[in-house]
């Protein structure tokens, strides 16, 4: 189960747009967030920051990488605490919510990933006249739905990449639409596909060094695995078959011309199945919008629609969110949505007399439409609960899968394919939750998304499955102990998975990125 090259003056308001950010997720695509990027990597001056402190005590070069190092090694958010650099508050862009959603949506992929192992996570409340838990009723059971999550990447991701082509077709910018869409479409192989081939030939490293083997047994032991077995990479005979298996398991994670299910999963990490689906969804969305770049817009809304049903009715739920997305970020830029509002790009008012009034209805009309929006997002909330082994049997869904129709073979998928655009289509209108998404802990969660996605498996397949089986052996594995020692090993696991996230973000996502643009520089004709 389960996104460059301007100067910040010079970009329009719409560029400036933290969405598209180079710091998170694989849908990453915008020229201000590079500028943004380089101005965090360049706020948190961790390594001159090091070099200061060693050149005052005089150490050795030896002592000075590993000072760096345990430097670098902190995390990002307590940088400024143990450096002699500031903190500085970010300022929020009209869709940085959509950050901290994204954020939040890895954060409970790797919940899922993680539960799973040990719990039967997948049926609904009062399945089969059990499962009367309390963290299976709807709403509560977002906080592990993996399917549920990715619905929204896809949604998300759809927005990102098409928010930016889609304002310069609506002032008819034909020759700034032609570059942004040559540069997306040369840069997304390299930015969805390097981080992870970098992640994945890690884990062939720590199987080399014996990392996976000393977890292998415990991975398949039913005494401490009680539901899913994930698979655990493979160690080869030789570091020659090892390599040669990594390479053509990379050359098939390309995975491109295929429609099976899961059919880009690896066997280095199985839960990258969704990066090769993210790939196709992409150049299928980019060749939709080359298609419509001229049409009229109530024509190409139309079209697109008319698009969706297609696809939809083909059984292809991953590109109805792509195309949904595209469609939320044109109404979006229809309403004004991004643009500062007048009380930020108005001077202050000249103070009135006392018998002049100003009109005082706008606030309050903003209040009953966060209202409305913030309500209306509540049942897209419960269809997103829609529960992952199906809705057969389950009260209230078993009356709600009477309506899924029989070609959609993913029937657990179909309400929370609805729920996913009904809920970011309310949240871009309800000033509410979109505080819940801008608050600093989400950020930093939208900030890691993509390498919180690529860190977790292996995190968990190694040191995760040592640190459980330690509290199982110091809890016992039966009855209630069970649940004690995983609850012990939790506390451990799930912040040590975000470190490990914190790191691969700097050291390898965002340098993947700058990497990626410094190519399209050096290999793009001059003009």
């Excluded at 398991?249 to 390309?254: A, S």
């Amino acid at each position: 189960m389960n996104g460059y090259a301007a100067s910040r003056a010079s970009l329009s308001h719409e560029e400036k747009l933290s969405l598209i950010d180079d710091r998170s997720l694989s849908d990453v695509e915008s020229e201000s967030a590079r500028v943004d990027l380089d101005g965090r990597f360049s706020n948190i001056q961790w390594a001159a920051t090091a070099k200061t402190y060693c050149s005052g005590l005089r150490l050795s070069s030896w002592s000075t990488a590993v000072l760096k190092t345990g430097i670098f090694l902190i995390p990002s958010f307590l940088h400024h605490r143990y450096t002699r650099e500031r903190f500085r508050p970010e300022k929020l862009h009209p869709t940085a919510y959509l950050d901290g959603m994204r954020g939040l949506a890895a954060l409970f992929v790797f919940f899922c990933h993680y539960f799973y192992t040990a719990f039967k996570i997948a049926e609904g409340w009062g399945h089969g006249n059990a499962n009367y838990e309390i963290w299976r009723l709807p709403f509560i059971r977002l906080l592990y739905s993996g399917p549920s999550m990715v619905c929204i990447f896809f949604v998300i991701s759809g927005y990102a990449l098409s928010l930016k082509p889609l304002k310069q077709i609506r002032s008819r910018s034909f020759d700034g639409f032609s570059k942004t869409m040559t540069s997306f479409v040369f840069r997304r192989f390299f930015r969805l596909y390097l981080p992870p081939m970098i992640s994945t030939f890690a884990v062939l490293v720590l199987l080399r060094l014996g990392v996976y083997e000393i977890t292998r047994d415990f991975a398949s032991d039913r005494k401490y695995v009680h539901n899913v077995i994930e698979h655990h990479p493979v160690l080869d005979e030789t570091m020659h078959k090892q390599l040669r298996h990594w390479m053509k398991e990379m050359y098939d994670f390309v995975h491109i011309w295929g429609w099976e299910k899961f059919g880009g999963a690896t066997g280095y990490d199985v839960h990258l199945w969704t990066i090769p689906v993210e790939f196709r969804c992409s150049m299928m969305l980019f060749l939709v919008m080359f298609g419509t770049a001229r049409l009229r817009t109530c024509i190409r809304l139309l079209y697109v629609g008319m698009v969706m049903w297609f696809v939809l009715r083909s059984d292809r739920w991953e590109m109805v969110l792509f195309l949904w997305g595209m469609t939320i970020a044109e109404l979006d830029l229809i309403r004004g949505a991004h643009e500062p509002s007048p009380s930020q790009s108005l001077p202050a008012p000249i103070t009135l007399l006392p018998l002049e009034k100003t009109p005082d209805s706008t606030p309050e009309k903003r209040r009953t439409c966060n209202l409305l929006w913030t309500s209306l997002s509540i049942p897209a909330l419960y269809l997103m609960s829609e529960p992952d082994a199906g809705p057969a049997g389950v009260p209230g869904w078993d009356y709600l899968g009477t309506f899924i129709p029989e070609w959609f073979s993913d029937k657990y998928r179909f309400y929370q394919m609805i729920g996913s655009i009904i809920f970011v289509f309310c949240t871009a209108r309800s000033t509410s939750w979109q505080r819940v998404f801008n608050s600093s802990l989400v950020q930093y969660f939208g900030r890691i998304s993509y390498a919180l996605y690529l860190m977790h498996g292996p995190v968990i397949h190694t040191v995760g499955f040592m640190v459980e089986r330690r509290a199982w052996d110091l809890t016992g594995a039966e009855g209630h102990a069970y649940n004690w020692g995983f609850i012990l090993a939790s506390v451990i696991n799930i912040p040590l998975v975000i470190w490990a996230a914190d790191i691969f973000w700097r050291a390898v996502d965002a340098p993947t990125v700058r990497f990626t643009k410094w190519l399209e520089e050096k290999l793009s004709i001059e003009e």
